[in-house]
């Protein structure tokens, strides 16, 4: 056969593999977000693919129903922000500290770091659990944001980046002027080290945003709850054959990841692989 | 002057020390809670918490739900990995191949990955939702005369864990692509280059040259998987009753440990070894993995420097 139009027979091949594996990939969001547009009678009557105008309708059921998705929503974003914002300044920290200075017991430290990654967090939760309920902390958002100060994987990732940015010239010019180590982390570096800082900020907002296990052993009190207890309460029996106001629940707990991965989805690829592929 | 004595202090010190207080307090703490729960008989209620040794893995062991738990994982884990790598690796090597020019790389990855990102709680709810009884895929089987009568999808064994096996492929590949992606576009044009003129045929290129360099990726992708597997939670939890109905068919390690732990009395000292053994069993094949793969590494470069 010509070259040529085996090449592009491949590539014609290639092409329909993509939109077929493109079409499961999307199929399912988008039937979620049709569905949370659409009444209930309109989604027993049959599957649509284009949006309804039962919004509005959906929501209040839901609220009739007694899931109050403003206050979930409110949880949850305090609890994601709170908890990327310790991640990021306490990983940058450290892993300043582990690449701008030296000190007994560093590389020990540091490969101490790369273990503890590997942990499950079943090994520690069910002790994590006594352990706050001894303290008082179980049913309070501290136990599930303070846990962050030492987070392995985003240190790992900031030592990472920070190898690639940091400039000791700029440290040490910093020191000439006067400024305090810390002042130097803070004014001059933590800067610097902005584009990765807002990378591991965004991993750190999802992860917080989509996590339920430790949230579902450790929270208790209604008021509370997070998004994604609120979306396991939808499969009760309260909500049986409310169809449009569960996709409705669902599809607005997902919505914000969408907008936050359309618009920053440059950080996030690049991210991925900058934990995996390291030279 | 006076010369004073001064202690210097290192300042690497104080920039690692919230982490190692942190760490302490959070990370070595709680794990040393675990294991020390899981030899007690420790429960919710009652005040007891006497030492009662190896009891609690004594009964696991005997516990045929522990080992259908057990079994489960592995096969929902391994079952997904597969395609996932499967797909993953097709996908990176046409992407990065020169001569396909596959045009819009950016876009298919960017839309291949999007589920990964999804709230894992909403997306088991909204698989449960699609696969009810009455829910579309049987609205769309039933008119399109697929089938003439809708099917109980959520009391069959085998389509509950193809369902949990689909999902966690549907959420992970595009992840694995775009690892495997980074990793392949790393590697040097001119090796490339070199291989083709030796006349190698893309297959071999990709035998040869391609997995060789991208194998300590493959050593990371798989390691992450396997611990990420080990740990499947919200997915077949959320699918059904949360007790991995039907039949324990999607009944997980971890949904398992949960049970244990929110059970009438809620026995923490069993959940706690249920902790300790997922702990155990993922780190043995981790590092046997690691061991495994990266030993053979430097000698398969040495044969084909030679």
């Given amino acids: ?279 | 002057m006076l010369r004073k004595k001064t202690f210097k202090l290192n300042y690497g010190y104080v920039f690692i020390a919230p982490f190692v207080i942190g760490f302490l307090l959070f990370g070595l703490y709680p794990v040393y809670n675990t294991l020390a729960l899981s030899f007690t008989n420790t429960t919710m209620l009652t005040r007891k918490d006497d030492f009662v040794g190896l009891d609690n893995f004594i009964r696991l062991f005997s516990d045929k739900t522990f080992l259908t738990a057990v079994t489960n994982t592995w096969e929902l884990w391994l079952m997904n990995f597969i395609p996932q790598l499967g797909i993953a690796m097709l996908l990176a090597v046409w992407f990065t191949n020169v001569r396909l020019k596959i045009k819009g790389v950016g876009i298919w990855r960017l839309l291949f990955f999007m589920p990964n990102l999804l709230m894992p709680a909403a997306i088991a709810a909204l698989y449960f939702s699609l696969f009810s009884y009455y829910g579309p895929v049987n609205q769309l089987m039933v008119r399109g005369g697929v089938y003439s009568e809708a099917i109980d999808f959520i009391r069959n064994k085998e389509v509950m864990r193809g369902l949990v096996v689909f999902i966690q492929w549907w959420m992970w590949f595009g992840w694995t692509a775009i690892i495997l992606m980074a990793a392949m576009s790393s590697i040097s044009l001119s090796l490339y280059e070199a291989a083709v003129i030796d006349g190698a045929r893309d297959f071999q290129v990709f035998r040869y040259v391609t997995m060789p360099l991208i194998k300590p990726v493959m050593i990371y992708i798989l390691v992450t998987s396997l611990v990420g597997g080990m740990q499947m939670f919200d997915i077949p939890y959320l699918l059904t009753d949360g007790r991995g109905s039907p039949a324990n068919s999607i009944l997980t390690n971890t949904i398992m440990m949960y049970m244990r732990f929110r059970s009438n009395e809620g026995h923490i000292g069993a959940s706690s070894a249920i902790g300790v053994m997922i702990f155990i069993m993922t780190s043995i094949v981790a590092l046997l993995i690691f061991f495994l793969l990266r030993d053979k590494e430097p000698k398969a470069v040495k044969e084909k420097e030679i």
Wanted: aromatic residues 16%; positive net charge.
């Fill in chain 1, 1 to 279: 056969m010509n070259p040529k139009l085996k090449l592009n027979l491949q590539r014609a091949l290639i092409y329909v593999f993509l939109v077929i594996l493109l079409i499961i990939t999307l199929v399912p969001i988008w039937m979620l977000m049709v569905n949370a547009t659409r009444s209930t009678a309109q989604i027993q009557q049959g599957v649509g693919f284009w949006p309804s105008v039962y919004t509005a309708s959906n929501y209040q059921i839901l609220l009739d129903k007694g899931l109050d998705l403003p206050r979930g929503f409110f949880n949850s974003f305090i609890i994601a922000i709170a908890t990327t914002a310790v991640t990021v300044y306490f990983s940058f920290l450290t892993a300043y500290g582990l690449v701008v200075y030296e000190f007994k017991g560093k590389k020990q430290l540091y490969n101490f770091i790369l273990i503890l990654v590997m942990i499950p967090m079943q090994l520690s939760i069910i002790g994590f659990y006594h352990y706050m309920s001894k303290l008082g902390l179980t049913d309070n958002y501290l136990s599930l944001i303070l846990p962050s100060i030492a987070a392995a994987g985003a240190v790992y990732f900031a030592k990472s980046y920070l190898e690639s940015v940091i400039i000791q010239d700029l440290i040490d010019a910093g020191r000439v002027d006067g400024a305090s180590e810390l002042g130097i982390f803070h004014n001059i570096m933590f800067p610097i080290a902005a584009p990765g800082a807002f990378t591991l900020g965004i991993f750190s907002f999802v992860g917080a945003w989509n996590n339920f296990f430790n949230a579902y052993i450790l929270i208790t009190t209604r008021d509370k709850y997070t998004l994604p207890m609120l979306v396991q309460t939808l499969r009760g029996d309260v909500y049986r054959h409310e169809y449009g106001a569960i996709y409705l629940g669902l599809a607005a707990s997902v919505v914000p990841i969408i907008i936050i991965y359309f618009l920053f989805s440059r950080f996030i690829v690049s991210g991925i692989s900058m934990g995996a592929v390291k030279e």
